[in-house]
Structure formats: C-alpha cells, structure tokens
C-alpha cells in the first residue's frame, strides 16, 4: 500500500524550533523526489522545500536559512527540521513524493502553529 504519514507539527512560540517528519511506504523511495508543501488558512498551498532524489535541495525564499530537508534513503524517511520560527509559518505541512511520468503522493498533513 503507498503511503505517506507525516509527524511532528504542533503548536510553538515564534522563535522555536519544530522538526517535521515523513515516513513513506509501498514505493521505491530513493527514486522519488520529496518535497515539503504548505498551506495556509485562506491560501493556495506553495512548495517550502525539495530535495531530489540524488540529494540536491532547494528552498522557497522566505525560508531559506531557517529551515533544512534531509531525507534517510535506509528508513524511507525525509525530515524538514525548521528553526527561528516565524507566526507566518503557520500552516498544514503536506510531505509529496514526487517521479516524473507517475501520479504524485500525498500525506495527510501535520498543522504547524506558531504562536505566543
């Protein structure tokens, strides 16, 4: 069964720190390109950060800097650990895998609040 499950949101003052992750099965995971979406109440989700199937990343430019992808070919994982967080950053973080000419998949999502 392909499957993405994501982990790791909640709720945390601006400023901390929260480390996102996503744990995939029933594909071949080292093939696919991951990436981390967001979407925010009222707003069209937007791609945060990607990282290709033989490691290069990148990053939309808001959060470049603070945040950081890395993914953990060995246990199907991919991680998005974001530091100085900002109330901005509050949104649903969906974790996509993604192989050209095969249909996307999608986790359900994890909510990220920052907030004082």
């Known amino acids: 069964q392909v499957q993405i499950v994501e982990s790791g949101g909640g709720l945390v003052q601006p400023g901390g720190s929260l480390r996102l992750s996503c744990a995939a099965s029933?594909?071949?995971?080292?093939?696919?390109?991951m990436s981390w979406y967001r979407q925010a109440p009222g707003k069209e989700r937007e791609l945060v950060a990607v990282?290709?199937?033989?490691?290069?990343?990148n990053y939309i430019d808001s959060v470049k800097g603070r945040f950081t992808i890395s993914r953990d070919n060995a246990k199907n994982t991919v991680h998005l650990q974001m530091n100085s967080l900002k109330p901005e950053d509050t949104a649903v973080y969906y974790c996509n895998a993604n192989r050209r000419f095969l249909p996307a998949i999608w986790g359900q999502g994890t909510q990220v609040t920052v907030s004082s």
């Open positions: 990282i290709t199937s033989v490691g290069g990343t």
């Open positions: 029933g594909f071949i995971f080292s093939r696919y390109d």
